[in-house]
T-cell receptor, first 113, second 114 residues
Framework: SQELEQSPQSLIVQEGKNLTINCTSSKTLYGLYWYKQKYGEGLIFLMMLQKGGEEKSHEKITAKLDEKKQQSSLHITASQPSHAGIYLCGADRETSNTGKLIFGQGTTLQVKP | DTAVSQTPKYLVTQMGNDKSIKCEQNLGHDTMYWYKQDSKKFLKIMFSYNNKELIINETVPNRFSPKSPDKAHLNLHINSLELGDSAVYFC?????????????FGDGTRLSIL
């Protein structure tokens, strides 16, 4: 089983609709990162969440980390075709200085015009 | 302007060959990484280097040998390529190896083994 579980695995929404992607861990997360990947390109860093209950926003994307630091959600408001891609959550699972990140399996988002 | 750049972007070669992928970052970061993304898009760390020193080696076959000539470069050499090595390889860098250090990724190298 994955150490980080993302749901749903894929999502098709109509342009203008809101959507939420979840990232769940069975263990405490020391840092949570959201990335977006477009086909044929690298991962684009979106946001980092560190503290339980923290919430950050960038344009129409909002990410939250729950109080127990075991689940994060990514919410997109009024989705646009430019939001399409694969969204990945990554997490620090250790406090050692290795930089090791664990990633979820990704959520593929399609936005229909 | 590219922060983390990898070359080549595509690599098609035959089984048994030896190939290298280069990575450079101009962000002034101390830590660099190699990841492998399989056909199911699952991203897994292979190596990380901090100031040219190896700090993570995730049980990768010894056919894979990273080399860091300086902290801005981390190259990946692969010997005796196998079919299972087909994947997208990503280079990344971060300011440090501690927690809460966002990693910045290159565009990937798509390796196909014939």
């Amino acid at each position: 089983s994955q150490e980080l579980e993302q749901s749903p695995q894929s999502l098709i929404v109509q342009e203008g609709k809101n959507l939420t992607i979840n990232c769940t861990s069975s263990k405490t997360l020391y840092g949570l990162y959201w990335y977006k990947q477009k086909y044929g390109e690298g991962l684009i860093f979106l946001m980092m969440l560190q503290k339980g209950g923290e919430e950050k926003s960038h344009e129409k994307i909002t990410a939250k980390l729950d109080e127990k630091k075991q689940q994060s959600s990514l919410h997109i408001t009024a989705s646009q075709p430019s939001h399409a891609g694969i969204y990945l959550c990554g997490a620090d699972r250790e406090t050692s200085n290795t930089g090791k990140l664990i990633f979820g399996q990704g959520t593929t988002l399609q936005v229909k015009p | 302007d590219t922060a983390v750049s990898q070359t080549p972007k595509y690599l098609v070669t035959q089984m048994g060959n030896d190939k290298s992928i280069k990575c450079e970052q101009n962000l002034g970061h101390d830590t660099m990484y190699w990841y492998k993304q399989d056909s199911k898009k699952f991203l897994k760390i292979m190596f990380s280097y901090n100031n040219k020193e190896l700090i993570i080696n995730e049980t990768v076959p010894n056919r894979f040998s990273p080399k860091s000539p300086d902290k801005a470069h981390l190259n990946l050499h692969i010997n005796s390529l196998e079919l299972g090595d087909s994947a997208v390889y990503f280079c990344a860098s971060s300011g440090g190896a501690g927690i809460n250090q966002p990693q910045h990724f290159g565009d990937g190298t798509r390796l196909s083994i014939l």
